[in-house]
C-alpha cells in the first residue's frame, strides 16, 4: 500500500474513533443534568484521542513537550469558559460561542509567546482557577429543561471533533511538539456542546453546564500534568493511562462530595 494511502485510510480510521467516543460521551453528559454533565464533559474526550494517536506516531519525549504546551492552554480553556458563560446570559449562540472561541485564540496565540515550564504552568493554571471559579458560583444554579435533540446534533459534533484530530495528526508530522500540544486542547468538546445546547435551552442553563465544570478542569490540568512528569520515565502509555486516571478519580470524587452536601 503506497504510504499517502496508508496514511489517509489510518487518519479516517482514528478519526472515526474518535467521533463516536466523544458524541456518546457528550449525549450522556446531556441527558444527566449540569453537574454530571459538566464532570463529564472535562473528562479528556477530546484531548485524550488526540494525544493517543500522537503517540502513535511520535515518541515518549515528544508526548511529554507536548503536554507542557498544553499545561498553560488549560488555563486559557477556563478563560474561554468564562467568555462564554458572560456571554451567554445576553447573546445569541453564535456571538457567545464566537466570542469564546475569539478569546481562546487570542490567549492561545499569547501565551505562545512565554518560554513556559511545569511551575509557571502550575502559576498560570493557579491564576485563572483563582479568578474564574469564584465568578462561576453566580452562574451554576439554572433548572435545565428537557433536551429535544435534533437529527443534525450527532453529525455536527462527529464532525467537529474529526476535524480536530484529522488537524493535529496531520500537523503534528510537520509542527512542533508544542504547536501540536496547543491545538489538541482545542475545546472542541465545549464548543460543540455550548453550540447546539445554547438555541435549544437558552444561554443560561448552558452557561450552568459550563459554570459547573470549573472544578473539573482542574483535574484535567492535573491530568496533563502527571502526562508530562510520566511520559519520559514510564513510556507514553504508562503515562497517558495515568493522566485519564488522574482525571477519572478527580471527577468522581468532585461527584461523590457533591453526592455527601446534598444529603445533608
Known amino acids: 500500500m503506497f504510504p499517502d494511502l496508508h496514511f489517509i485510510l489510518l487518519l479516517a480510521l482514528r478519526m472515526a474513533v474518535a467521533a463516536a467516543f466523544v458524541v456518546t460521551a457528550s449525549i450522556i453528559a446531556e441527558r444527566s443534568g449540569a453537574v454530571i454533565g459538566a464532570l463529564i464533559a472535562t473528562l479528556p474526550i477530546s484531548a485524550g484521542p488526540s494525544y493517543v494517536f500522537l503517540a502513535i506516531d511520535h515518541d515518549a519525549a515528544f508526548i511529554a513537550e507536548s ?13 474561554f469558559c468564562l467568555s462564554y458563560v458572560l456571554l451567554a446570559q445576553r447573546h445569541n449562540a453564535v456571538v457567545s460561542v464566537g466570542g469564546a472561541i475569539a ?8 501565551e505562545r509567546l512565554v518560554p513556559w515550564s511545569l511551575t509557571t504552568g502550575l502559576i498560570a493554571n493557579a491564576v485563572a482557577f483563582a479568578i474564574c471559579i469564584p465568578l462561576f458560583k453566580h452562574f451554576q444554579h439554572v433548572k435545565m429543561p428537557l433536551i429535544t435533540r435534533r437529527w443534525y446534533d450527532v453529525p455536527l459534533r462527529a464532525a467537529m471533533v474529526a ?15 508544542s504547536v501540536s500540544g496547543t491545538i489538541a486542547l ?7 456542546m455550548t453550540f447546539i445546547l445554547h438555541p435549544r435551552i437558552g444561554g ?32 507514553s502509555a504508562a503515562a497517558l493511562s495515568l493522566a485519564l486516571a ?5 471527577n468522581l470524587g468532585l461527584w461523590w462530595l457533591g453526592r455527601r452536601r446534598v444529603a445533608r
Open 67 to 79: 503536554a507542557l504546551a498544553s499545561f498553560p492552554i488549560n488555563a486559557v480553556t477556563m478563560f
Open 103 to 110: 478569546a481562546w485564540i487570542a490567549l492561545a496565540a499569547l
Open 163 to 177: 476535524t480536530l484530530v484529522a488537524s493535529v495528526v496531520s500537523l503534528s508530522r510537520w509542527v512542533s511538539p
Open 186 to 192: 482545542f475545546p472542541v468538546v465545549l464548543s460543540s
Open 204 to 235: 443560561p442553563a448552558t452557561a450552568a453546564v459550563i459554570a459547573n465544570g470549573g472544578w473539573g478542569m482542574m483535574g484535567f490540568g492535573g491530568g496533563i500534568a502527571v502526562l508530562n512528569l510520566a511520559a519520559i520515565p514510564l513510556g
Open 246 to 250: 488522574t482525571c477519572v478519580v478527580w
